[in-house]
């Protein structure tokens, strides 16, 4: 009589684990200009795995824009402790800054929340 051998469960390979970096970064790159309310979704995921990291923050830092001492701090925080991250940079903006009229020493009216 032959011994009943538990079986060994094969790990279950996740497909979107096995795409190129190129493809994810594309295909984050074409969700994010087909709804730009999707950059809050991206911001996930480099958290996702470690496949998908590198693509989305790429994809992340392309277009930039800065409200603020506070987000402008962040994001040279964080280009500090990588900078290739500020490689693919192809557009940095600023937006409106909270105390802007006090740097300038002029009056100026709050902009819209």
């Not at 996740?14 to 911001?43: C, D, K, Q, W």
């Not at 830092?61 to 001492?69: A, C, I, Q």
Request: charged share 15%; glycine share 8%; aromatic share 10%.
């Amino acid at each position: 009589m032959a011994s009943a051998q538990p079986e060994t469960a094969t790990p279950q390979r996740n497909p979107a684990t096995g795409l190129p970096p190129e493809l994810l970064e594309a295909i984050f790159l074409h969700m994010l200009h087909r709804n730009v309310a999707y950059r809050s979704f991206l911001l996930a995921y480099p958290l996702v795995c470690r496949t998908w990291s590198r693509p989305a923050q790429r994809v992340l830092f392309m277009d930039v824009t800065l409200y603020g001492t506070t987000k402008a701090a962040k994001f040279l925080r964080a280009i500090e402790g990588n900078p290739s991250l500020s490689h693919g940079t192809k557009l940095l903006g600023f937006g409106a800054w909270e105390g802007i009229s006090h740097h300038l020493g002029r009056t100026y009216p709050r902009p819209f929340k």
